[in-house]
């Protein structure tokens, strides 16, 4: 135990147990009241000028069907590009806004301070400060590769469906807002406000070679059940829509 706490606090492992230590000290804090579960949760729109609020949810689409709701500042439409489609691979892989951020970091650090202190224990007795360094790119890359697969059951418990009091079929015909920065036929959230209802985020696809931008208004015309995904289409605000 003692050789344990001593390879802990060794200067090639002090940061990521640092890291570790803090992580420990925020869900104590979680446990005591004196932060929320969500306090560091943050709202991002998969586009490449990120809009960031604190007291949200990060916002994916996975290519699996675990799809998350994101919380997105409402503004003009914008079209596809590069930056674009690496933060949605980003999001799609670590199930960011299925998963709230915290447990996704917490899942990180943990990983990464074990990587980090087997690699110096059975590879860098020494306790060289280069040595250390050049595990580190395999250390991140392996606790990154482990988030990922620790996250798919949490991605699936996270899951939000549609309020229990509000049935699919109800739902066709309802006019809301594009809040990713586009929607296809392969990613995309919506947000609905019904009446004496909390604002309602869901997951949409439009047809095959069919884009919307964010802010346009979409109409809910069918579910996918494959995906769980509701299928939209290009629409004009009205009062009352006939379903």
Do not use: C
């Amino acid at each position: 135990m003692i050789d344990f706490f001593r390879e802990s606090v060794n200067y090639v492992n002090l940061p990521v147990t640092t890291l570790m230590i803090m992580t420990l000290l925020y869900w104590v804090m979680v446990m005591i009241g004196v932060f929320g579960f969500d306090s560091f949760d943050l709202d991002l729109d998969a586009s490449p000028d990120v809009d960031l609020d604190i007291g949200a949810d990060f916002g994916i689409d996975a290519n699996t069907g675990l799809d998350a709701a994101p919380g997105t500042a409402l503004g003009s439409g914008s079209s596809a590009t590069g930056n674009d489609g690496f933060f949605r691979t980003v999001f799609n892989f670590f199930y960011l806004g299925e998963v709230p951020i915290v447990i996704i970091g917490t899942f990180f650090v943990l990983f990464f301070w074990i990587a980090t202190f087997l690699s110096n224990h059975f590879f860098n007795m020494n306790e060289s400060f280069l040595r250390s360094m050049l595990w580190l790119s395999p250390n991140l890359v392996i606790s990154l590769a482990l988030t990922r697969i620790s996250m798919i059951p949490f991605a699936i418990v996270f899951r939000k469906p549609p309020p229990e009091n509000i049935r699919r079929a109800e739902m066709y015909g309802l006019i809301g807002l594009i809040t990713t920065s586009e929607v296809t036929e392969q990613f995309g959230q919506m947000e609905i406000k019904l009446e004496n209802e909390p604002e309602m985020r869901i997951n949409v696809r439009t047809n095959p070679g069919e884009i919307l931008g964010k802010g346009d208004a979409a109409k809910i015309v069918s579910f996918n059940n494959s995906n769980g995904t509701f299928l939209v289409e290009l629409t004009k605000w009205e009062k009352s829509v006939d379903g």
